[in-house]
């Protein structure tokens, strides 16, 4: 089992920017993928990011160019850092880990970008 920590969600001002952060502990494989989708009311689970244990990185479309996401192995945390927010980019943001076929989800941290 493994289970993930998100923090550093909250509201945030157009334009402005935000920082997630997502420990994980438990039964962790050294290969592995982390990163973050997102869930807006109504709408169904977006990816945002995900980064390999080696780091290679994907992102979603519709977050190109505005956030990164990095990695420290060796305290298993994942961070995802959000410039120049939008409001359609309010949701519940989620942390994710995979090691081969098992996938875990963190309990989400709400992101309300809002003037």
């Known amino acids: 089992q493994v289970q993930l920590v998100e923090s550093g969600g909250g509201l945030v001002q157009p334009g402005g920017s935000l920082r997630l952060s997502c420990a994980a502990s438990g039964s962790i494989f050294s290969i592995n993928v982390m990163g973050w989708y997102r869930q807006a009311p109504g709408k169904e689970h977006e990816l945002v990011t995900t980064?390999?244990?080696?780091?290679?990185?994907n992102y979603g479309d519709s977050v190109k160019g505005r956030i990164t996401i990095s990695r420290d192995n060796a305290k298993n945390t994942v961070y995802l850092q959000m410039n120049s927010l939008k409001p359609e980019d309010t949701a519940v943001y989620y942390c994710?880990?995979?090691?081969?076929?098992?996938?875990?989800w963190g309990q989400g941290t709400q992101v309300t970008v809002s003037s």
């Open positions: 994710t880990f995979l090691a081969g076929t098992a996938k875990y």
């Open positions: 980064i390999t244990s080696g780091g290679n990185t």
